[in-house]
C-alpha cells in the first residue's frame, strides 16, 4: 500500500513555474513507477509524465513539450513535476500516482493522490 500526497500547487500568472511534490509513505516507493496526471474541469484525466522507478527513465507523451520535467529522490519517498512557461490551458487538478508498469495508462496505475490545483492566469 502506498498513500500519495501531492503539494505545491496554486496560483501563477502565464509564463511562471511551478514545482510540484508528492511524498509517498512506505518504504518500497524506489520499486513504482510515478507519474502526474491532469484533469482540466469538463475534460478527462489526462497523463503528463511517468518517471522509473530508479530514475533512470522517463516517459513523455507524444505531445511533449518540454515545459515539464518529472524527476524523484528515492531517499526523500518524494515525486516532483517541475513546470515551466505555465500557459492558461495547463489549469487542471494535478495528480501523482503510483504503479508497477512503465505506461501512460491511467488504469495501471493503482494508487493515487487527492491532487492539487493548479491556477494559471492570463
Known amino acids: 500500500q502506498v498513500q500519495l500526497v501531492e503539494s505545491g500547487g496554486g496560483l501563477v500568472q502565464a509564463g511562471g513555474s511551478l514545482r510540484l511534490s508528492c511524498a509517498a509513505s512506505g518504504r518500497t516507493f524506489g520499486t513504482y513507477v510515478m507519474a502526474w496526471f491532469r484533469q482540466a474541469p469538463g475534460k478527462e484525466r489526462e497523463f503528463v509524465l511517468a518517471i522509473s522507478g530508479s530514475g533512470s527513465s522517463t516517459l513523455y507523451p507524444g505531445s511533449a513539450e518540454g515545459r515539464f520535467t518529472i524527476s524523484r529522490d528515492n531517499a526523500q519517498n518524494t515525486v516532483y513535476l517541475q513546470m515551466n512557461s505555465l500557459k492558461t490551458e495547463d489549469t487542471a487538478v494535478y495528480y501523482c500516482?503510483?504503479?508497477?508498469?512503465?505506461?501512460?495508462?491511467?488504469?495501471?496505475?493503482?494508487?493515487w493522490g487527492q491532487g492539487t490545483q493548479v491556477t494559471v492566469s492570463s
Open positions: 500516482a503510483a504503479g508497477d508498469k512503465f505506461v501512460m495508462t491511467r488504469r495501471e496505475y493503482a494508487y
